[in-house]
């Protein structure tokens, strides 16, 4: 699985827009990108996934750029629940494979 | 709720002993994963079970075995505990993934193993 860089922490204004930004440049053509979170000390939670195309659903949205070395996802309106650890996973989307978790991004809303 | 469920919540042993976690993936979901984390590891990757089968090993240690069940539940069992040990360990399972459908893994709430 190709390796990801995110930044280590970020705030975002409760209310605003969090951008959680992933760089992923090795990503090889059939490699997708997933998105995770865990909240304090929960079990990760699956976000939203994508190959190439922009992807939305009801939780958040997915931008990867036209070169796939990088993508960001976007919570549109951040509550103080979305506060936890966001992991960027690249991974083949064959059935059954592990996730590989990196450090992760430590998003923190504020009031 | 991920449909995942995991017991016990907590468990709180000494060193050299054996626990034995229990994991019962969603309804009709066939693989079974085992991730442990720990402060200075973060969240890695243990062992996965399909449909009653072995499928892939991570960092599993020789001390820890896991098995899958014909009813689908997992059992991960540790032995000869070490205050290292001490970690959260979470099941995820999966559906068996049909032309089309993501290779999603919905996880447990996980266990909080505590060896003193």
């Known amino acids: 699985d190709a390796k990801t860089t995110q930044p280590p922490s970020m705030d975002c204004a409760e209310g605003r827009a969090a951008n959680l930004p992933c760089n992923h440049s090795?990503?090889?053509?059939?490699?997708?990108v997933y998105w995770y979170r865990q909240i304090h000390s929960q079990g990760p939670q699956y976000i939203i996934h994508?190959?190439?195309n922009n992807e939305t659903n009801e939780m958040a949205s997915l931008i990867i750029t036209e070169d796939r070395k990088s993508s960001t996802l976007i919570l549109p309106h951040a509550t103080l629940r979305d506060t936890a650890v966001y992991y960027c996973?690249?991974?083949?989307?064959?059935?059954?494979?592990?996730?590989?978790f990196g450090e992760g991004t430590q998003l923190t809303v504020n009031p | 709720d991920s449909g995942v469920t995991q017991t016990p919540k907590h468990l709180i042993t000494a060193t050299g002993q054996r626990v034995t976690l229990r994991c019962s993936p969603r309804?009709?979901?066939?693989?079974v994963y085992w991730y442990q984390q720990s402060l200075d590891q973060g969240l890695q990757f243990l062992i996965q079970?399909?449909?009653?089968?072995?499928?892939a090993k991570g960092n599993i240690l020789e001390r820890f075995s896991a098995q899958q069940f014909p009813d689908l539940h997992s059992e991960l069992n540790l032995s000869s505990l070490e205050l290292g040990d001490s970690a959260l360990y979470f099941c995820?399972?999966?559906?068996?993934?049909?032309?089309?459908?993501?290779?999603?893994?919905?996880f447990g709430p996980g266990t909080r193993l505590t060896v003193l």
């Open positions: 996973i690249v991974r083949v989307e064959t059935s059954g494979s592990r996730l590989t």
């Open positions: 309804s009709g979901d066939l693989s």
């Open positions: 995820a399972s999966s559906p068996p993934r049909l032309g089309g459908s993501t290779d999603t893994q919905y």
């Open positions: 079970y399909y449909n009653g089968e072995e499928r």
């Open positions: 994508g190959l190439k």
């Open positions: 090795t990503i090889s053509g059939n490699e997708y």
